[in-house]
């Protein structure tokens, strides 16, 4: 006999044990409660995964655990937030308890890792759709936001550049002869929380790269009013991406793919020095609005465009 809604949560989603402080109330009741210590404010974001949109058809339920609640927390870390719960809700086009199984066990090891508590959700039936919402608590008035870059300052970004894309790339069809971390970089992002905490207070500007390092920077450029200049030498490359540059002349990969969720943030010269995140300097903004690439000595417009639905 299938399980009922009630049933599949209590099996799958109700063994974690309430770990943050701040979860007063968690799974069971009409509503869960979370308090607010003084001195702090709520950061709250949403993604949604859909099947054939963000994922394939007939992806690992154990890799979709993961990623579902990691893209999330990396909305939390580009505001400097500590991660404190999440709900989640399922549209499922039947139980599958294999899948079920291992989507839980990588959501809720995640989940672990960081000390956020699931503290409610829905589930209902439909094509295959995967919704968080995750909550963080930041120093109020501190929040990394994307509207405070000012001309002058570096743009910087932690990690590597492109990798999520190549394994995309590869998922498509191509070969690259050490596709492992590419791939692991797009099934399995991890989310800068540290970092982003370290920020605070040094960084003027934040966003995690999800669309795309062009589209995302764009956002800051748009909120804060400001252009900028990125220098092709200094992107934070791996040899896998350059391998497929010089193999397909695709050079705009790296600067248009998504899925990295690294951090790309902006700092003053004279905040620069007490950076203790580790990060690439990429680029410099500008008052000139507009996005720019210096390529071998060569400044051309970079169209500020990443992944975007409805498009």
């Known amino acids: 006999m299938p399980l009922s809604e009630f049933a599949l949560i209590q099996r799958f989603f109700t063994?974690?044990?309430?770990?943050?402080?701040?979860t007063r109330l968690g799974i069971g009741d009409d509503c869960a409660l979370v308090s607010i210590p003084d001195g702090f404010e709520l950061a709250i974001t949403t993604d949604t995964m859909v099947e054939n949109v963000h994922f394939f058809a007939g992806a690992d339920p154990e890799l979709l655990g993961h990623k579902l609640l990691a893209?999330?927390?990396?909305?939390?870390?580009?505001?400097?937030?500590?991660?404190?719960?999440?709900?989640?809700?399922?549209t499922l086009p039947n139980v599958n308890e294999s899948w079920l199984t291992a989507f839980a066990?990588?959501?809720?090891?995640?989940?672990?890792?960081?000390?956020?508590?699931?503290?409610?959700?829905?589930?209902?039936?439909?094509?295959?759709?995967?919704?968080?919402?995750?909550?963080?608590?930041?120093?109020?008035?501190?929040?990394?936001?994307?509207?405070?870059?000012?001309?002058?300052?570096f743009i910087y970004m932690t990690g590597f550049l492109g990798?999520?894309?190549?394994?995309?790339?590869?998922n498509q069809g191509y070969v690259c002869a050490d596709p492992e971390a590419a791939?692991?970089?797009?099934?399995?992002?991890?989310?800068?929380?540290?970092?982003?905490?370290?920020?605070?207070?040094?960084?003027?500007?934040?966003?995690?790269?999800?669309?795309?390092?062009?589209?995302?920077?764009?956002?800051?450029?748009?909120?804060?009013?400001?252009?900028?200049?990125?220098?092709?030498?200094?992107?934070?490359?791996?040899?896998?991406?350059?391998?497929?540059?010089?193999?397909?002349?695709?050079?705009?990969?790296?600067?248009?793919a998504g899925d990295d969720y690294?951090?790309?943030?902006?700092?003053?010269?004279?905040?620069?020095?007490?950076?203790?995140?580790?990060?690439?300097?990429?680029?410099?903004?500008?008052s000139q609005p507009g996005l720019r690439l210096n390529k071998s000595g060569h400044i051309q417009p970079l169209e500020v465009k990443g992944f975007e639905h409805f498009s």
Not at 17 to 22: E, F, T, V
Not at 163 to 170: E, R, V
Not at 227 to 249: E, F, R
């Open 71 to 90: 893209v999330n927390l990396s909305d939390l870390a580009a505001m400097g937030a500590q991660p404190v719960s999440v709900t989640l809700a399922l």
């Open 262 to 286: 690294e951090l790309c943030f902006t700092v003053s010269p004279e905040q620069a020095d007490k950076l203790t995140v580790a990060a690439t300097k990429i680029g410099i903004i500008e």
């Open 183 to 256: 791939l692991t970089r797009f099934n399995r992002p991890e989310p800068q929380i540290e970092a982003g905490q370290a920020l605070i207070g040094i960084a003027n500007a934040c966003i995690d790269l999800s669309d795309g390092l062009a589209g995302d920077l764009g956002h800051i450029l748009e909120q804060s009013r400001v252009g900028a200049c990125l220098d092709w030498k200094s992107l934070p490359l791996s040899n896998a991406v350059q391998s497929y540059i010089n193999d397909t002349g695709d050079w705009r990969m790296p600067l248009t």
């Open 15 to 22: 063994r974690q044990r309430i770990k943050n402080p701040s």
């Open 105 to 153: 066990k990588s959501f809720l090891s995640l989940a672990e890792r960081y000390s956020v508590d699931l503290i409610g959700g829905d589930t209902t039936s439909g094509p295959l759709t995967l919704t968080v919402q995750a909550m963080g608590l930041v120093p109020k008035g501190r929040a990394l936001m994307r509207s405070a870059a000012q001309p002058g300052d």
């Open 163 to 170: 990798d999520a894309g190549l394994g995309l790339k590869i």
